[in-house]
């Protein structure tokens, strides 16, 4: 049996089920006409995240992005069906774009992420240490516009030991200039409920749910309205093109996009010729995944990474990586994305 008609049995395991009806049917015919694309490399851009979060969390949630070296992730291998055959990239962004189609829907749109990062150098006299730092976010935003954004910052870790007994083997250090401090211990959840209809932010074209739910569900016509998205930002040095794989990967997690623009999302990534599908791998949660990467800087290694779970076509973390020493890598874990009916709470740890 060939990849494709294991990926074919993948997306539609039970072949007397009830007909999906004409998109799914379609969705399989284009999967069986697949071919692998041949990649080229493509000019490295500034990075410029997809959606940002809520209009009035934004600037906040930026400012508290912790930056610094992260645990790296395990080494790609070849992804294979069950029968043992390897999938072709296009193949299994395709899969995922079956699966995101079936998503369910509730009452909000809910996005909790895990940021890990460092920061430091902490300690004197040569003497120093830089510390491991994580926070949960999560976003809330009801059907008539209502804004919740929640936050927990998590236990500090000293990544030398040694060094920090030298320190005196302090349990808290301060942030920076604006304030606040990394602990050994948690520190309490918080939830802010935000003022007024909340708009999300697509590249720097901010969107109210109304518009986001009216992003076309055509892969061709996506990709357009996210070259105006694109176009939008003033700060984006580069061209459409190759700003076009992370505006079309925010969809993926970051904006309550419908199931079919979600599915529109990963048919227009497999079409562009700088995303590349490495292989299977596991995130640093140990969670296992399928590897996407595409450039996001100019003139430097820096790239973003994607780990997608294809069984579901959830997006598992997000990291930028290879950057420049003054700008550290730094990983998103997402623990939960999608619509549900739980209402607002702080974040816990579980």
Do not use: C
């Not at 074919?8 to 998109?23: C, K, L, M």
């Not at 992730?73 to 069906?81: F, H, K, L």
């Not at 009801?142 to 000293?158: F, L, N, S, T, Y």
């Amino acid at each position: 049996m060939s990849d494709i008609d294991n990926l074919v049995r993948a997306i539609d395991p039970a072949p007397h089920a009830p007909d999906q009806g004409p998109g799914a049917r379609e969705l399989r015919a284009a999967i069986m006409a697949t071919q692998a694309r041949p990649h080229r490399t493509a000019r490295r851009l500034p990075w410029r995240a997809g959606a940002i979060g809520l209009a009035a969390a934004a600037a906040a949630a930026a400012a508290a992005v912790f930056l610094g070296q992260v645990t790296p992730t395990a080494s790609p291998s070849p992804t294979v069906t069950p029968g043992g055959t390897v999938l072709s990239g296009t193949s299994i962004l395709l899969a995922a774009a079956a699966k995101a189609q079936a998503a369910p829907e509730g009452a909000y749109w809910h996005l909790k992420q895990l940021y890990v990062g460092s920061a430091g150098p902490y300690g004197q006299n040569g003497n120093t240490y830089r510390l491991e730092t994580s926070y949960l976010s999560e976003t809330w935003v009801a059907k008539d516009g209502r804004g919740w954004i929640g936050r927990r910052q998590m236990a500090a870790r000293p990544l030398d030991v040694e060094a920090w007994r030298r320190d005196g083997s302090p349990t808290e250090w301060e942030m920076g200039k604006d304030g606040g401090v990394y602990s050994t211990s948690p520190g309490e959840g918080t939830l802010t409920r935000l003022k007024g209809e909340q708009k999300l932010y697509w590249s720097a074209m901010p969107l109210t749910l109304k518009e986001i739910e009216a992003l076309p569900a055509d892969p061709e016509a996506l990709k357009k309205r996210a070259a105006e998205a694109i176009r939008s930002d003033q700060d984006f040095a580069g061209s459409v093109e190759d700003g076009l794989p992370p505006t079309l990967a925010s969809l993926l997690y970051e904006l309550p996009a419908s199931p079919q623009v979600r599915s529109a999302a990963y048919q227009a990534l497999a079409t562009l010729p700088a995303v590349r599908v490495e292989g299977r791998t596991t995130d640093p949660q140990g969670r296992p995944g399928v590897s996407v990467t595409f450039p996001i800087q100019q003139g430097q290694p820096t790239q973003g990474r994607l780990i997608i779970d294809p069984d579901t076509s959830k997006v598992l973390t997000f990291e930028v990586t290879g950057g420049m020493p003054q700008v550290k890598d730094r990983v998103n874990m997402v623990l939960e994305s999608g619509w549900t009916d739980t209402r607002p709470s702080p974040p816990s740890a579980e």
